[in-house]
């Protein structure tokens, strides 16, 4: 069967993640503190 | 210096010793990569959101906790974590439960949407046009009377009356234009099932 080429792929969108992805991994970042005790790592969030 | 210009050892080293728009800038500068290279395996946006905020998770929390090893390079890494990610995501999709046909019963002969998709319409337009095209080389009196029969849907008394030849005649027409159309259709091995 012949292939259709009449409608073109839209080149506009690009992959990119959710800006609310991004902002949440920036967040989580700056709340996570690792505190190491002995040989274990305590993990923290702080508001 | 532009932080912007630093290279990603450079701005993984900043960040774990605390500064953290060095994450910002690392993030901006491979998140269409990583994020491509997710879809590319997944083909499903909330998911590849969900694997890339997880790769992320994960990047942060090692970085955070001095367990990432300088001699790779850091979006390899990245990607490798994602990678896993994605075998991951696969093998617990395989786990869940799915309703899978097993011969006694099939719930898509009862299910159904009714509508033929958009593949099944364009096999439907072609067929007919390759049947109008069968119908051409048929004589002109047989073509006549299956164009009037089928296409105008007139009886065959109709069909008597307006080409002047007896019921007899105008059936006798169709059943050989019928039994001609097949021979054309056999001898040129023509498909025009639409399944």
Redesign the interface.
């Known amino acids: 069967?012949e292939k259709l080429y009449t409608e073109q792929p839209s080149n506009s969108e690009?992959?990119?993640?959710?800006e609310e992805?991004?902002n949440?991994?920036?967040n989580?970042?700056?709340a996570?503190?690792?505190i190491p005790i002995g040989s274990l790592?305590f993990?923290t969030f702080i508001n | 210096m532009n932080i912007k210009s630093l290279s990603d050892a450079q701005l993984v080293r900043n960040y774990i010793s605390g500064e953290e728009s060095a994450l910002s800038i690392l993030i901006n500068r491979h998140q269409q990569r990583l994020y491509g290279f997710i879809f590319s395996k997944v083909y499903d946006r909330d998911a590849t959101e969900d694997i890339f905020q997880d790769t992320f998770i994960k990047v942060i929390r090692t970085l955070k906790k001095g367990k990432y090893n300088e001699q790779g390079k850091f979006l390899p890494w990245v990607m490798r974590i994602a990678h896993n990610l994605i075998i991951d995501y696969f093998r617990k999709n395989n786990r869940m439960p799915k309703f899978k046909n097993n011969g006694d019963f099939d719930i898509f002969s009862v299910l159904s949407d009714g509508s033929s998709n958009a593949e099944h319409k364009i096999i439907h337009g072609q067929i007919t046009n390759h049947v109008r095209l069968l119908l051409e080389q048929l004589p002109q009196d047989q073509k006549d009377v299956i164009k009037m029969r089928l296409y105008q849907d007139m009886s065959f008394k109709e069909i008597s009356d307006n080409t002047g030849v007896s019921i007899n005649t105008a059936l006798g027409r169709m059943r050989y234009g019928l039994i001609n159309l097949r021979k054309m259709i056999d001898k040129h091995k023509i498909n025009l099932i639409n399944d």
């Open positions: 069967m690009q992959l990119k993640p959710r992805t991004v949440f991994l920036l989580y970042s700056k996570l503190k690792i790592n993990e």
